[in-house]
């Protein structure tokens, strides 16, 4: 459950950052910004995994506190960031934009964004309530 713990920190945070550079307009003509946050995705994937290879304790830090603390901040950012107009469609956007998959449409992907972020999360604190057993 850990690996998933830092997959779902590390999307909040690719999706975050992909938003943030989508602020940007002379960089969102140039650049994917899709492929901008998928990078910061995988890079802060690796990095959390290079902290837990060295200090062995990543999964004391990534409890369902600290993981939902960052899905509230990841969605209030993108609130201040976007407005509550642009939030159903610009995530949707940059991950459509970043996979290279214009047939599917915004819904679809809002529904998958928003049935990992939910069952993601309901997983993560589910798993922290499950007793552990000793053997």
């Not at 602020?23 to 492929?35: A, D, F, K, T, Y």
């Not at 946050?37 to 409890?63: E, R, Y």
């Not at 201040?80 to 940059?94: D, K, N, T, Y």
Request: aromatic share 12%.
């Amino acid at each position: 459950m850990k690996y998933f713990k830092m997959l779902y920190i590390s999307f909040l945070w690719g999706v975050l950052f992909a938003v943030v550079c989508f602020q940007s307009e002379w960089l969102e003509m140039r650049v994917n910004i899709g492929l901008i946050g998928f990078v910061m995705m995988v890079v802060s994937f690796c990095t959390l995994m290079v902290i837990d290879k060295k200090k062995g304790n990543m999964n004391k830090l990534l409890n369902f506190k600290f993981v939902l603390w960052n899905l509230a901040l990841t969605i209030g950012g993108m609130v201040l960031l976007l407005g509550s107009e642009r939030i159903p469609v610009l995530p949707a956007a940059i991950i459509r934009e970043g996979l290279h998959i214009t047939r599917v449409s915004f819904t679809t992907i809002n529904i998958v964004i928003l049935s990992f972020l939910i069952l993601g999360a309901g997983a993560i604190v589910c798993s922290e309530n499950i007793p552990k057993k000793i053997y």
